[in-house]
């Protein structure tokens, strides 16, 4: 299944490297990078890092060696969005295809 998904991602997403945070509380970015993913739009509660229960109205599927991480924000469709939680599915015993929840 996951081998047929990766000729699905063929849309375009930017990824802004979470780095520290202000004096002020905002976040500060590193150098974004664009990604190829596929997207997928539907409601589901996943548990973000800090244990949490969370909506995600956006799924985005990125190839498993995608940089990405939980304090990133990401740009698809025009919007910028927090990533809420990653999902992973693996391989061989290395990740294959990661799950952004946005």
Known sequence: MLKSLKSWLTLSATIKPFVSRSGTGAKTFGVSANVSCYAEGK????????????????????????????????????????????????????????????
């Open 43 to 102: 409601v589901q509660v996943v548990t973000n890092a800090e244990g949490k229960e969370v909506v995600s109205n956006m799924q985005l599927y990125v190839d498993g060696d995608t940089v990405v991480a939980e304090r990133d924000n990401i740009i698809f469709n025009s919007k910028e969005s927090e990533v809420q939680a990653i999902g992973y599915f693996y391989r061989n015993g290395v990740v294959d295809i990661k799950v952004v929840y946005l």
